[in-house]
């Protein structure tokens, strides 16, 4: 259930559904592929809050089981095979450099590895890896390895199951990020290498990829909230709280590119393309007169049967990148 067999590779399905699950909100996307790939239909239920623990454990499931179901139900729904992602300190996320050596010595290695920083038994998780990239000059493999504690991952899966919802798998956040380029080719002017940022509501994502390879995946523990509630002198204070989130991602940023680039001198990334709750105000500006790099907000179009798109927010980023698993 848990692994990256189709990191770049997609499946030959002609549909997809993605649905992640942040504190604030279930998302929903459904691709479907004709001569391209394109949104068909997305959907969204918000959560009350206290639905997760602080590691990410579910400690409400019957209301996100209430709205799970509700999301299914609005949509309308016809294929029950979905795929969605854990978040959370017992999701272990760790990119590496290993030797050159057999598929038989490198599985032994990735285990010996994983031992010294995952703080779990392995045999209390579920945990897989790809190779992102094989450098021969340098004799050398880039591995991404992601680990889940099984107790999490069945809760996911009881989850959607009572829910009448069939999970052909569960994935990490930045493995769903690492998937956009596939479908925005089309409406992005993509100059790799990029920087893909996801600011969640738990978390903020850091993904690094050019058109076939991943050179760096990274958690940031950095969460944003959008509250449009309160009155106009608390919503100042929330701004400002809101830029200064913003410039202590665009420093991990910058600290995160000069380690890729301390690695390859020739390595430079282009540009910066952010997504998640976080990107739905003003944050490409800010992030524009922070980061010395072109910063643009993502750019998701939802085609409507006369062939027309409009844009979506950038919180479906995720749920997206899910769905892409799935279509050809």
């Known amino acids: 259930m848990f692994n990256f067999s189709k990191l770049f590779s997609l499946s030959k399905k002609k549909k997809g559904i993605g649905i992640s699950i942040s504190r604030s909100s279930i998302c929903m996307a459904e691709l479907f592929k004709n001569e391209s790939i394109f949104l068909s239909q997305t959907g969204e239920i918000e ?3 206290g639905c997760f623990g602080e590691n990410g454990e579910i400690i409400k499931p019957d209301e996100i ?51 010294s920083w995952i703080p779990f038994d392995l045999n209390d998780v579920e945990m897989d ?16 390895v992601a680990a889940v504690s099984k107790s999490l991952s069945w809760q996911y899966y009881d989850l959607f199951t009572s829910c009448g919802l069939e999970l052909t798998a569960i994935e990490v956040e930045p493995v769903a990020i690492a998937r956009l380029p596939i479908m925005l080719g089309e409406k992005h002017d993509f100059t790799f290498p990029t920087a893909l940022v996801d600011l969640g509501d738990h978390y903020t994502n850091l993904v690094v990829v050019s058109k076939n390879e991943v050179h760096l995946m990274r958690t940031i523990p950095m969460e944003f909230e959008v509250n449009n509630k309160e009155d106009n002198i608390v919503k100042l204070s929330v701004d400002a709280e809101y830029e200064d989130k913003l410039k202590e991602v665009a420093f991990e940023i910058e600290r995160s590119l000069k380690y890729l ?13 952010i997504s998640g709750i976080g990107a739905d105000a003003d944050a490409e500006k800010v992030l524009n007169g922070i980061i010395d790099l072109p910063v643009e907000t993502l750019r998701l179009g939802l085609q409507e049967f006369d062939g027309d798109y409009f844009l979506i927010p950038p919180k479906f980023g995720i749920a997206a990148g899910l769905a892409l698993r799935e279509v050809e």
Request: glycine share 2%; no cysteine; hydrophobic share 50%.
């Open 65 to 115: 089981y209430r709205a799970l179901l509700e999301l299914t139900e609005i949509t309308g729904i016809q294929n029950r095979q979905v795929v969605t992602a854990v978040h959370g300190n017992m999701v272990f996320i760790r990119q590496f450099f290993l030797p050159l050596m057999s598929e038989k010595e490198l599985a032994s290695a990735v285990v010996w590895e994983a031992e």
């Open 47 to 49: 959560l009350i809050p």
């Open 129 to 144: 890896y790809a190779v992102t990239n094989i450098d021969e000059e340098n004799a050398q493999v880039n591995v991404l």
């Open 261 to 273: 680039q301390s690695r390859s001198s020739v390595f430079s990334v282009n540009q910066v393309l």
